[in-house]
């Protein structure tokens, strides 16, 4: 891959505040769009969701996720040339008081100061997303697969 698309990576997934969350739910896909913080070294992906969601008890019975981060839409001809990666993972409920939960809730709030009561309420509860692989497409006939280790040297860009 070349340079300017492992910036563009790094950036878009720094910067997007908003992703696609696939579940499954009675055997079929399900999408949502979730608020998220990635790990700095891109080696996970925070979203904090209501038990009442759908997608929250699709990932209750099936750990098995994807997340969809896109570039912004920017107005141009093709909005297929668009960057974005689709991360494969599982995903994993945190408990409150576990190691690394504290300063994830403090980079959650950070980045979304309005959720700070959230963290209140008995049924939000924070889940980690974590890559297994994932594909990008960095433009027209830039696409790659990645490896959990190879978004993680993205992540230093």
Known sequence: MDTQSE??????????????????RDEAPRVSMVAFVPAADFSAFYVHVSRL???????????????????????????????RISIHASAVFMENGEPGYAP??????????HSAPLF????????????????YIAGFAKAYNLSPETLQKISKK
């Open 7 to 24: 910036r563009l990576l790094a950036f878009m997934i720094h910067n997007a505040r908003i992703a696609a969350l696939g579940t499954i």
């Open 120 to 135: 209140k309420l008995a049924d939000f509860g924070l889940w980690r997303i974590k890559p297994k692989g994932a594909r």
């Open 104 to 113: 994830v809730k403090n980079q959650y709030i950070e980045r979304f100061p």
């Open 53 to 83: 969601a759908q997608h929250t008890v699709d990932m209750q019975k099936n750990r098995q996720v994807s997340l969809m981060i896109s570039e912004t839409d920017d107005g141009r001809d093709d909005p297929q040339t668009l960057a």
